[in-house]
């Protein structure tokens, strides 16, 4: 199967960076789009940013202009850059690759997702 394991969320002030890391390992054919999420108390999980494998990206408008996704193919890793954080981008972020396994059929594609970290923007 396949995991994906997260790293870099944490508690930052408003206006701070912080630089999200995940990494999917484990029986992976291939990986088409990847994506980060982020759900906050009470409310739905939400798409944040995704990368195609052509390298196409596309980000929610609220961060729009302040959070850059990429990805390294080669270590099978996806990004998200997040500066000029708000109080309103605190929330759990989660990633999601869009994976064929080695077992799977060539024309089948599973969703796996991290494990999720934590963002708190405060002062």
Not at 16 to 28: E, Y
Not at 29 to 51: C, E, H, T
Not at 60 to 86: C, E, H, P, W
């Amino acid at each position: 199967q396949v995991q994906l394991v997260e790293s870099g969320g944490g508690l930052v002030q408003p206006g701070g960076s912080l630089r999200l890391s995940c990494a999917a390992s484990g029986s992976i054919f291939s990986i088409s789009n990847m994506g980060w999420y982020r759900q906050a108390p009470g409310k739905q999980r939400d798409l944040v940013a995704r990368v195609t494998s052509s390298t196409s990206t596309s980000y929610a408008d609220s961060v729009k202009g302040r959070f850059t996704i990429s990805r390294d193919n080669a270590k099978n890793t996806v990004y998200l850059q997040m500066n000029s954080l708000k109080p309103e981008d605190t929330a759990v972020y989660y990633c999601k690759a869009d994976v064929k396994t080695q077992s799977g059929g060539l024309g089948t594609t599973y969703q796996f997702w991290g494990q999720g970290t934590q963002v708190t923007v405060s002062s």
